[in-house]
């Protein structure tokens, strides 16, 4: 008798390497790395952000004490990037979720409602789409002054819009559907049947378009920044640093191509975690 051999079974890294592309995993790799820093942010960063050294002002990239090299007033590239991730991840996953929420609200309200009051939603939608909404928040800014909250609820009126529409066209099909009808007979509010049973249905498809508005976010907010209405000092962000930085480019490039790197890295991963999730989640497209 010959005895069969079992193969061994794939590990748990082999099993995530079959599900998880490989750019996928490094993507989300970087941003596990980005959010621990933004977490503990006050305890791995080596100097206070405003402290100078005018002594070791502009040193280079490894430096010894400083490996990310000086600023102009002698200030830690690192400690000041290191605190810059922390402040642009803070008010782009503000600014996301309150969009989120606002624009879901007012889709839920549009399908519950119809008639005039979906007609003033999608008016109102229309109108956001075709604000320009960078010159907006230039005005915005420059007449109230930039302040961290407002910042974040400004940015947070950013793309409600989108969420707006599939909020209304899947609420719509979701009423249509036998669930929510059978639930609205048994005497359940609107405010349950929303809530407690279209939401979850439709939350996988509002969570692809919010990891889509969250890198979008990161760089309006540093396009802001960069022209001195966003961020302001002493406290730094990333498109502060870069607003900075842009005028010793050829003297001390690091302190710009550091918070460079950091952006198009965390908005190319963001990306890439948003499209998978929608190849992965969204019905339509299998």
Same mark, same amino acid.
């Given at each position: &008798?010959?005895?069969?051999?079992?193969?061994?079974?794939?590990?748990?890294?082999?099993?995530?390497?079959?599900?998880?592309?490989?750019?996928?995993?490094?993507?989300?790799?970087?941003?596990? /790395?980005?959010?621990?820093?933004?977490?503990?942010?006050?305890?791995?960063?080596p100097?206070?952000?405003?402290?100078?050294?005018?002594?070791?002002?502009?040193?280079?990239?490894?430096?010894?004490?400083?490996?990310?090299?000086?600023?102009?007033?002698?200030?830690?590239?690192?400690?000041?990037?290191?605190?810059?991730?922390?402040?642009?991840?803070?008010?782009?996953?503000?600014?996301? /979720?309150?969009?989120? =929420?606002?624009?879901?609200?007012? +889709?839920?309200?549009?399908?519950?409602?119809?008639?005039?009051?979906?007609?003033?939603?999608?008016?109102?939608?229309?109108?956001?789409?075709?604000?320009?909404?960078? /010159? &907006?928040?230039?005005?915005?800014?420059?007449?109230? !002054?930039?302040?961290?909250?407002?910042?974040?609820?400004?940015? !947070?009126?950013?793309?409600?819009e989108?969420y707006?529409?599939?909020?209304? +066209?899947?609420?719509i099909?979701?009423?249509?559907?036998?669930?929510?009808?059978?639930?609205?007979?048994?005497g359940?509010?609107?405010?349950?049947?929303?809530?407690?049973?279209?939401?979850?249905?439709?939350?996988?498809?509002l969570?692809? %378009?919010?990891?889509?508005?969250f890198?979008?976010?990161?760089?309006?907010e540093? +396009?802001?920044?960069?022209? !001195?209405? !966003?961020?302001?000092?002493?406290?730094?962000?990333?498109?502060?640093?870069?607003?900075?930085?842009?005028?010793?480019?050829?003297?001390?490039?690091?302190?710009?191509?550091?918070?460079?790197?950091?952006? =198009?890295?965390?908005?190319?991963?963001? %990306?890439?975690?948003?499209?998978?999730?929608?190849?992965?989640?969204?019905?339509?497209?299998?």
């Open positions: &008798m010959s005895l069969a051999i079992a193969a061994p079974k794939p590990g748990i890294f082999t099993r995530l390497r079959l599900k998880v592309p490989f750019l996928i995993a490094v993507a989300i790799v970087w941003l596990l /790395i980005i959010v621990f820093v933004a977490v503990f942010a006050d305890v791995i960063r100097y206070p952000i405003s402290q100078m050294n005018l002594a070791h002002r502009l040193a280079p990239m490894g430096t010894p004490g400083y490996w990310l090299g000086t600023d102009e007033l002698g200030r830690d590239v690192l400690s000041r990037l290191i605190q810059s991730i922390r402040v642009s991840l803070v008010i782009a996953f503000g600014a996301t /979720i309150l969009s989120a =929420v606002f624009g879901t609200a007012l +889709g839920f309200l549009a399908a519950q409602f119809r008639g005039w009051v979906e007609h003033v939603v999608v008016a109102m939608a229309d109108f956001q789409a075709a604000l320009p909404f960078m /010159i &907006m928040s230039l005005a915005v800014l420059a007449f109230f !002054g930039s302040s961290m909250v407002l910042l974040v609820c400004l940015m !947070g009126f950013y793309g409600w989108r707006a529409r599939i909020a209304r +066209g899947l609420a099909s979701a009423s249509a559907q036998g669930y929510a009808s059978a639930v609205v007979q048994l359940a509010k609107p405010s349950r049947v929303y809530l407690r049973h279209i939401l979850p249905n439709v939350a996988s498809t969570i692809v %378009s919010m990891t889509l508005t890198p979008e976010v990161i760089l309006m540093s +396009g802001l920044s960069f022209l !001195g209405l !966003g961020v302001q000092p002493p406290e730094s962000s990333l498109g502060n640093m870069v607003g900075f930085g842009r005028e010793y480019l050829t003297r001390a490039p690091w302190i710009m191509l550091a918070p460079s790197l950091v952006i =198009v890295m965390t908005t190319l991963s963001i %990306s890439l975690l948003g499209d998978w999730l929608r190849d992965r989640l969204d019905p339509t497209i299998r």
